[in-house]
């Protein structure tokens, strides 16, 4: 049985979503900025594409959604273009952002930091989660941003963006959320509270890789980060990813569709797959599931180095993960893990299981199944599990 349980990396492109693209590729292959009915072909199909990417999260028409290559080039715009109109130009010399972003904001900030703007990075509590009166306290009058992501990737952990919005309209400073983990998973409407700038990545909600894209309040438009043929109204230039923005409208509105599924059902698959996980002697989850997205388990089972347990799984044919794909080449420890404190040898522990609306029953009853015996034989082998019994060392309350 092959399972996938890493849709925080990327998600199956659903069939429909390919189906709606497919006529884009060698049919309808114009350039929409060409003047002929090649182009002209692509603009009907580009106009409903976006339009039910701004019904998505609820854009009202005067706002700006740029479509952009991924998520990452959506972060690092925002914080590269606040860099050049408010640090470099001495307005202002300060940005906050939270400890466990995604590495596309981190990078980015400590890029900005050496080139001297102030960095604030706000730690998150032993839930995994960030308090609103940190960003308060953190901000003076020579803040320019606080970029805080909506959901964590590696927790699920939905962080308070409302009352961080309310906090940086109260200070008139800017606000970005990343909501690359938000969308699909639970309601996201730019309307509903303060909020400037809002990243998304089509790859997590079952459409393609490669597009992505920002949204921006009217009056808050950024400097273009990529300067050219004046697309996307100038904000964002280069040929348009037709098929790639059809496929990420599509999913979209099917990722609206399906929000109640996921809600409910994918939510009751999950924490019954938890229960059964946390019956495991020794084993430990961060964040609360009250205040985590329905689709995402970060576990530590004590004694386990994550990779022995993605090897034992990946041969059985499940596919989960140690912590961001981006970073899995070194064998560093989980960061939210890190971030919260865990000592060493928990940090390493950390597995992360990532369902999805095509996730099923039957693949979660065989993959509990493989985990119990994963645990028994890598604990037989480890060295530090005889050592460190029930959470003593990490203060960690054990399941
Ligand atoms: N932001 C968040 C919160 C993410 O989870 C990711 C990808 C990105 C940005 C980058 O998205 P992209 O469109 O540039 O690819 N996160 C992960 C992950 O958790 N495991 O692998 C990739």
Redesign the pocket.
Known sequence: MRVYLDN??TTIVDPHVKAEMDPFFVEKYGNPNSLHAFAGETHGPLKTAMEKIYAGIHAPKEDSVVITS???ES?NWVLKSVYFEYILTGRKNHIIVSEVE?P?VIATAKFIESQGCRVTYLPINSEGMIDPQSVRDNITNKTALVSV?WVN??TGAIFPVQEIGAICEEHKVLFHT?A??AIGKIPVDVQSFNVDYL?F?A?KFHGPKGV?GLYMKKGKELMPLLHGGAQMGGLRSGTLNVAGIIGMGKAMEQAVDALDYEMTEIREMRDQFEDQLLEIKDTFVITPRAKRTPNTILISFRGIEGEAMLWDLNQAGIAA?TG???ASEDLESNPVMEAIGADADLAHTAIRFSLSRYTTQDEMDYTIDIVRKAVERLRAISSSYAYAPAGHKSGLAAH
């Open positions: 925080n990396a991924c998520a990452t972060n995604h596309s992501m990737n590696e990343d690359v983990q990243t990545s790859h992505g993960s961001s794909a981006c």
